[in-house]
């Protein structure tokens, strides 16, 4: 099973960044794909962006040019860096991994959230 732990959210004005940091542990033999999801009150769960183990990436056209995701592999680590934050990016993010356990079973897992609100 895999856990994971969000940090970095918090309020930012906009124009602002923030550094979201997500960092996966537990008992896995690889996770694959690791990324960013965010809700906000009223709306579905949309992915922000998502990372492969090899480095490729994956983005929702509304946050192309002003969010990176990056990943550490050797630490289990997914990050996304966000810049010129607007108002309509407020939500709570979600850090989602996919991951096979060590009998091989494919698992998906979410973390608990992170708050992030941009006020105008």
């Known amino acids: 099973q895999v856990q994971l732990v969000e940090s970095g959210g918090g309020l930012v004005q906009v124009g602002g960044s923030l550094r979201l940091s997500c960092v996966a542990s537990?008992?896995?033999?690889?996770?694959?794909?690791m990324g960013w999801y965010r809700q906000a009150p009223g709306n579905q769960r949309e992915l922000v962006a998502d990372i492969t183990s090899g480095g490729s990436t994956n983005y929702a056209d509304s946050v192309k040019g002003r969010f990176t995701i990056s990943r550490d592999n050797a630490k289990n680590t997914v990050y996304l860096q966000m810049n010129s934050l607007k108002p309509e990016d407020t939500a709570v993010y979600y850090c989602k991994a996919d991951s096979l356990s060590i009998y091989g079973a494919r698992r998906f897992s979410w973390g608990q959230g992170t708050q992030v609100t941009v006020s105008s």
């Open positions: 537990g008992r896995f033999f690889s996770i694959n794909v």
